[in-house]
Structures are given as structure tokens and as C-alpha cells.
């Protein structure tokens, strides 16, 4: 599976951006589907997770109210809604397929990464 994420760029603190990660085909497996993001010299960081029906959803704590994840199956596509972006938004911003069809925080666990896409926020 190849997932391509779009949708970064640069953006002033207080606005918003949405995010998009197309995967190539669907998984056999109704896999999860999750985001992470990871700044200059600091950990790979949990953003979010969603089941393959959208129905379950995960977040970090941190960012739990301003981000909001969502997905369209039969366009095989996860976004990720990100509002009132701060400069420590800043970021390179991955999308990757969980192993299996529970949720999960822990990078590991996730079987399939796309390139990233850098979102930088503006003071």
C-alpha cells in the first residue's frame, strides 16, 4: 500500500488546514489508519487514529479539540482537520496504516507510511 498525504504548506497562527492521505488501494483487513507528525529534533508524535469505518477515533491528549480526523473509504482517502494552528504545530505530517483493525498510540504498529508533508505555522 502507498499512501500520498497532501494538503501542508505554510499557514498564520489561528488559521486552519486540512490534510490528505490517499492510499493506493484499500487494505484486506479493514486496517486503522492514523496520523503523526514530528518537528526538528523531537520525537515521531501520536496525533490521531480512526477505524476503517469511522465509527472509533483516538486522539492525543495534547491535541484532542483542535484536530479532528475523518475518512472517505470509497475514496480510499483519511484527512486530518487541523484548527487554530500555533507555531509549535510546525511539523512534517505523516499518515500510515495501522496493522490491524484496533487503534493504537504506538508508532510500531503501524505497517505503512506516507512521505510526509510539512505544515509550518506562522507567528
Known amino acids: 500500500v502507498q499512501l500520498q498525504a497532501s494538503g501542508g504548506g505554510l499557514v498564520q497562527a489561528g488559521g486552519s488546514l486540512r490534510l490528505s492521505c490517499t492510499a493506493s488501494r484499500r487494505t484486506a483487513s479493514n486496517n486503522g489508519m492514523g496520523w503523526f507528525r514530528q518537528a526538528p529534533g523531537k520525537e515521531r508524535e501520536f496525533i490521531g487514529a480512526?477505524?476503517?469505518?469511522?465509527?472509533?477515533?483516538v486522539y492525543g491528549d495534547s491535541l484532542k479539540g483542535r484536530f479532528t480526523i475523518a475518512r472517505d473509504n470509497a475514496k480510499n482517502t483519511v484527512y486530518l482537520e487541523m484548527n487554530s494552528l500555533k507555531p509549535e504545530d510546525t511539523a512534517v505530517y505523516y499518515c500510515?496504516?495501522?496493522?490491524?483493525?484496533?487503534?493504537?498510540?504506538?508508532?510500531?504498529?503501524?505497517?505503512?507510511w506516507g512521505q510526509g508533508t510539512q505544515v509550518t505555522v506562522s507567528s
Open positions: 500510515a496504516v495501522h496493522r490491524g483493525s484496533y487503534l493504537s498510540t504506538y508508532a510500531p504498529n503501524y505497517i505503512y
Open positions: 480512526i477505524s476503517w469505518n469511522g465509527e472509533r477515533k
